[in-house]
T-cell receptor, first 113, second 113 residues
Framework: AQSVAQPEDQVNVAEGNPLTVKCTYS??????LFWYVQYPNRGLQFLLKYITGDNLVKGSYGFEAEFNKSQTSFHLKKPSALVSDSALYFC???????????FGKGTLLTVNP | NAGVTQTPKFQVLKTGQSMTLQCAQD?????MSWYRQDPGMGLRLIHY???????DQGEVPNGYNVSRSTTEDFPLRLLSAAPSQTSVYFCASRGTGVNTEAFFGQGTRLTVV
């Protein structure tokens, strides 16, 4: 069965500092990996995805993520955090051979002014 | 383009009542899913559908029914509401290509008293 782990429930960073939100996955076959963001009382918004190709994927709002096959990781990064980046972030994986998109438990990012 | 539309946004039910959460998408997506979001649990898959007339169970299907008579609609039925079903429910749809991300509705906040 496929699974996603987000080892940090919360991440706190100062505005202007780089941020990393960690994600590791387990899946049979090639992974299709996604990051979503959820603002309070809103639905999930797509940030970026890794399907194939370059291990560094660039997405919306200046976010990027690095796919590492040997470590089965897909960490979300941003060079300079903004207060407006404060939200709940979800990593998700799809194994491709089934139809299920599996989510991690989410990481609450707080960017302090 | 409306994307994924969920109704209602809020609902309070009494224990034992039944109701249907509506979900409609206008992107001609084959895949549709229902998730529930609970604090500390992330998003858990309730039921999903890979096309009209085809549905299957996710990881937490008990107490819920679905049907998919058209490509556009994927309603979720609570047969006899229980306090444990108090949650935020999200509907999602996705195309069939491996490089497609899921699109989410704005959610339904359900309280069962």
């Amino acid at each position: 069965a496929q699974s996603v782990a987000q080892p940090e429930d919360q991440v706190n960073v100062a505005e202007g500092n780089p941020l990393t939100v960690k994600c590791t996955y387990s899946v049979s076959g090639n992974p299709y990996l996604f990051w979503y963001v959820q603002y309070p009382n809103r639905g999930l918004q797509f940030l970026l995805k890794y399907i194939t190709g370059d291990n560094l994927v660039k997405g919306s709002y200046g976010f990027e993520a690095e796919f590492n096959k040997s470590q089965t990781s897909f960490h979300l990064k941003k060079p300079s955090a903004l207060v407006s980046d404060s939200a709940l972030y979800f990593c998700a994986v799809w194994g491709g051979s089934n139809y299920k998109l599996t989510f991690g438990k989410g990481t609450l990012l707080t960017v302090n002014p | 383009n409306a994307g994924v539309t969920q109704t209602p946004k809020f609902q309070v039910l009494k224990t034992g009542q039944s109701m249907t959460l509506q979900c409609a998408q206008d992107m001609n997506h084959e895949y549709m899913s229902w998730y529930r979001q609970d604090p500390g649990m992330g998003l858990r898959l309730i039921h999903y559908s890979v096309g009209a007339g085809i549905t299957d169970q996710g990881e937490v299907p008990n107490g819920y029914n679905v049907s998919r008579s058209t490509t556009e609609d994927f309603p979720l039925r609570l047969l006899s509401a229980a306090p444990s079903q108090t949650s935020v429910y999200f509907c999602a749809s996705r195309g069939t290509g491996v490089n497609t991300e899921a699109f989410f509705g704005q959610g339904t906040r359900l309280t069962v008293v």
